[in-house]
């Protein structure tokens, strides 16, 4: 059965296809230095911060208040699933039995509406909107079909909530900007993508890729050789 998350899966394919191919098939991956774990680090206690609003009053963090709409969505016992990838949603595609999962870092409920939210750490501000859209739209177009294949009105819109270093004070206080963008979403597009990184792995080796640096690297062994 083939699997494929919203990151190592699709954003890789639409990345590089031979990458993506070599990574599922012969699983062969790309270089890869050290993983650095203050993000993981800081996603964790952004996670605990958030939950302590869950299904209180006002619902959400004064950080963001006025920023976002909706309120987190009160079951903390089914947004622990969520946020686990071994237990979390998955849409599967009736024709070819491929399944797309993931992990979402948390939901809003607006109404009827359920709304992808999640956290980004960074060493600075995100700048323009057209940046947030072009690097995390396919991930947050995944949590809304999941959403959707799950029986879940996905609304047609995420947030991300980007907290970067703004100083440090004594005793290692560390103080964070935090900005909210909001960016659309589209279920059937993502869908679309997955059907065609479905068929890329079930083909041949994709060709090289010109634009692929790991790709170029790879040529040029294979021309020194």
């Known amino acids: 059965m083939i ?22 098939r012969q699983n062969l991956k790309r270089p890869s230095g050290p993983f650095p774990s ?3 680090g800081m ?8 939950d302590e609003f869950r299904g209180k009053k006002g619902g959400i963090p004064p950080e963001i208040k006025g920023e976002v709409e909706g309120k ?25 039995g491929a399944v797309l999962f993931g992990a979402l870092d948390d939901c809003l409920v607006d109404g009827d509406e359920y709304v992808v939210l999640d956290y980004k750490t960074r ?18 177009d ?51 993508l997955f059907v065609e990184a479905v068929k890329c792995l079930e083909g041949p080796q994709p060709a090289h890729h010109t634009g692929c640096p790991f790709c170029n690297w790879q040529k040029m062994v294979a021309e020194f050789d």
């Open 123 to 140: 060493g600075f501000s995100p700048g323009a909107l057209e940046d947030s859209q072009r690097y995390y739209g396919t991930q947050m």
């Open 72 to 96: 987190l969505m009160p079951d903390l016992v089914l947004m622990n699933k969520w946020r686990d990838w071994r237990t979390g949603l998955e849409y599967k595609d009736k024709e070819t």
């Open 142 to 192: 995944a949590y809304a079909l999941m959403l959707w294949a799950n029986g879940y009105k996905a609304a047609r819109h995420a947030y991300l909530v980007y907290f970067f270093p703004k100083n440090v004070k004594k005793g290692g206080v560390v103080n964070f900007n935090i900005e909210v963008k909001k960016i659309e979403v589209s279920p059937k597009r993502v869908q679309r």
């Open 38 to 40: 203050l993000p993981n």
């Open 3 to 24: 699997r494929l998350s919203p990151t190592s899966g699709l954003n890789l394919f639409n990345d590089c296809p031979k990458c993506f191919w070599l990574h599922h």
């Open 43 to 50: 996603d964790n206690v952004i996670k605990k911060y958030f």
